[in-house]
């Protein structure tokens, strides 16, 4: 299998993308991300993407119906032939029909162990519940919010003495983990789909956690 292509839409600072982006350079991921879109004009994702050469653009979701901004995100994506669609601190919820145009290649990282704590400010909300354990999972995107198939979970300790921000970093650590790992199995086809399960091919574990399963 070749590389493929990949397109990220962000609206914030874009350390995952960056992850995502050095993951592909260094060959980690066989693949390439081809193009960058962000529905912020300040969003520092596109700075990110103007640094490593890539395409980017920004489209505004201000002042248009949902379909409308959807269907201009299509048409750069298309434009650049994506294979997968990533969102990466993507701030907005994307209609059944965005969503059904990129079935089974369209993902999200959210920053909580799914089905807990689905929506924003997840971590916060993480710290204030008191839980012990936080985390993040990589989804497939369906129509509900932060409910598709998961890929990939990673767990992260919370502790007495931390500060909603050490629970934010702590998790961020991890996403930039599983978020380029989620892609690569991707990439390598060895995903499949079944209901809301997903099927990891080749799949090693370590003490019950999944590892690189190319190590
Ligand atoms: C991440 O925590 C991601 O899980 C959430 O938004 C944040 C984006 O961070 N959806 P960044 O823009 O990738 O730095």
């Not at 592909?24 to 879109?37: A, N, Q, R, T």
């Not at 990939?152 to 930039?176: G, K, M, N, T």
Request: charged share 25%; hydrophobic share 40%; glycine share 10%.
């Amino acid at each position: 299998m070749g590389k493929i292509r990949i397109g990220v839409l962000i609206s914030g600072s874009g350390t995952n993308l960056q992850s995502i982006i050095d993951a592909c350079k260094s060959e980690y991921i066989p693949g390439e991300v081809v193009v960058v879109i962000s529905n912020r004009e300040d969003a520092y994702g596109r700075e990110r993407a103007r640094q490593a050469g890539i395409p980017e653009f920004f489209i505004s979701h201000k002042g248009k119906s949902r379909e409308d901004f959807e269907k201009e995100l299509i048409k750069v994506l298309d434009r650049y032939k994506v294979d997968l669609v990533t969102l990466a601190g993507f701030m907005r919820v994307l209609s059944p029909y965005f969503v059904k145009y990129y079935s089974g290649r369209l993902m999200n990282i959210h920053p909580a162990l799914l089905p807990a704590f689905p929506g924003i400010n997840v971590q916060e909300k993480q710290w204030e519940y008191g839980v012990k354990i936080a985390g993040c999972t990589v989804h497939f995107v369906d129509e509900g919010t932060d409910t598709g198939p998961i890929i990939i979970q990673a767990a992260v300790p919370v502790y007495s003495d931390d500060e909603p921000e050490d629970v934010r970093l702590r998790i961020l650590e991890e996403e930039h983990k599983i978020y380029p790992l989620a892609i690569k199995l991707f990439a390598e086809g060895r995903l499949t789909i079944k209901g809301r399960r997903v099927i990891i091919q080749g799949e090693r574990k370590k003490g019950g956690v999944l590892i690189n399963p190319s190590e």
